[in-house]
């Protein structure tokens, strides 16, 4: 039962533009949201994270949307730079347990 | 601060074999945790530790799987013996008690099973 899940498996944006990577969840009990990104042979690494009780946080060229109706998040980044290219996770916790579940990642490549 | 440490980055080792992974948490951080990443499943949670302690071992896959925390500054992830399934890479992370869900990642071991 996968209970965090990013369906687009790769996302190709032009370098300027907008980039958005979605993520759907099934835990209702998750307190937190986190997106985490991944650059080849290193350890994710923490990018930005709301609170269940949150809709919008925004950090920089970051910004996180959380739609608990739906149970649907989003990562927006604008504009997107060429450094952004890498696989994003997107990330639950809470439920009565403190380790993250993680989706299956997106791979995201910044054309220039 | 050198961030999370994992020994060694890279292990290759045959059916059977016992295999030990080794990890140094950021100092001063509460909570330690192991996950393992694969094709199939992706990064999925083995076990967690609070101040040294095994919290959750649900996702430990078997009983050829075995995680120690002797100590707050170290932590093992054992396998014995070995199989070619167990070929992943296997990450640890940690994270402080005032925000236990940001938490920091090693940059992995990549284990081969042959």
């Known amino acids: 039962d996968q209970q965090v899940k990013q369906n687009s498996p790769s996302l190709s944006v032009q370098e300027g533009r907008i980039s958005i990577l979605n993520c759907d969840y099934t835990?209702?009990?998750?307190?937190?949201f986190l997106w985490y990104k991944k650059y080849p042979a290193e350890g994710p690494t923490f990018l930005i994270s709301?609170?269940?009780?949150?809709d919008k946080n925004e950090d920089g060229r970051f910004t996180v949307f959380l739609n608990k109706s739906a149970k649907h998040l989003s990562l927006h980044i604008v504009p997107s730079q060429p450094g952004d290219s890498a696989v994003y996770f997107c990330?639950?916790?809470?439920?009565?347990?403190?380790?993250?579940?993680f989706g299956k990642g997106t791979h995201l490549i910044i054309q220039p | 601060d050198a961030g999370v440490i994992q020994s060694p980055r890279h292990e290759v080792t045959e059916m059977g074999q016992e295999v030990t992974l080794r990890c140094k948490p950021i100092?001063?951080?509460?909570?330690l945790f192991w996950y393992r990443q694969t094709m199939m499943r992706g990064l999925e949670l083995l076990i967690y530790?609070?101040?040294?302690?095994?919290?959750?071992d649900s996702g430990m896959p078997e009983d050829r799987f075995s995680a120690k925390m002797p100590n707050a500054s170290f932590s093992t992830l054992k396998i014995q013996p070995s199989e070619p399934r167990d070929s992943a890479v296997y990450f640890c992370a940690s994270s402080s008690r005032w925000s236990s869900y940001e938490q920091y990642f090693g940059p992995g071991t990549r284990l081969t099973v042959t």
């Open positions: 835990n209702s009990m998750f307190d937190y």
């Open positions: 530790f609070n101040n040294n302690v095994p919290i959750d």
């Open positions: 709301i609170s269940s009780i949150k």
């Open positions: 100092s001063g951080h509460d909570y």
């Open positions: 990330a639950g916790e809470g439920g009565g347990a403190d380790g993250l579940t």
